[in-house]
């Protein structure tokens, strides 16, 4: 990885959408596909009570996938503190092994979770 990835955190069992009634990433959505060092917009819609900043993190699948939960995650934090009232956020893709187990994760300390799609990402340009 390189410095780009700010922060890398492991996470057992990680519920695939809890709180999804007060938030709904809306981009990524199917089929996405990113590649290292773009820049993409994520977006959210808000459909209740959202105060605390978001954090935004790429994150990977590194289980099982079967069973109820997401198994483990990677996450590399890619925004944080961002104003929920704004609804996006820019970010850059971190230079990442391409994949297809990849998806977006929305979070606040409310506590607050929310998964995108899954999404692709490419090899490098």
């Not at 890398?8 to 990113?34: K, Q």
């Not at 959210?44 to 996938?65: E, I, K, M, S, Y």
């Not at 104003?83 to 990442?96: M, N, S």
């Amino acid at each position: 990885m390189d410095a780009k990835v700010d922060e890398v955190l492991m996470h057992s069992d990680s519920p695939a959408f809890p709180n999804a009634d007060r938030l709904e990433i809306t981009c990524p959505g199917d089929d996405a596909v990113w590649s290292p060092g773009e820049e993409v917009d994520v977006t959210w819609n808000l459909r209740g009570d959202v105060r605390q900043p978001l954090d935004v993190a790429l994150v990977r699948q590194t289980a099982d996938q079967s069973g109820p939960s997401f198994g483990q995650l990677d996450f590399f934090v890619v925004a944080s503190g961002v104003d929920p009232a704004k609804k996006r956020v820019t970010i850059e893709v971190p230079d990442v092994p391409p994949g297809t187990d990849y998806a977006i994760s929305v979070s606040s300390a409310d506590p607050l979770t929310v998964y995108s799609q899954a999404l692709t990402i490419t090899a490098p340009a």
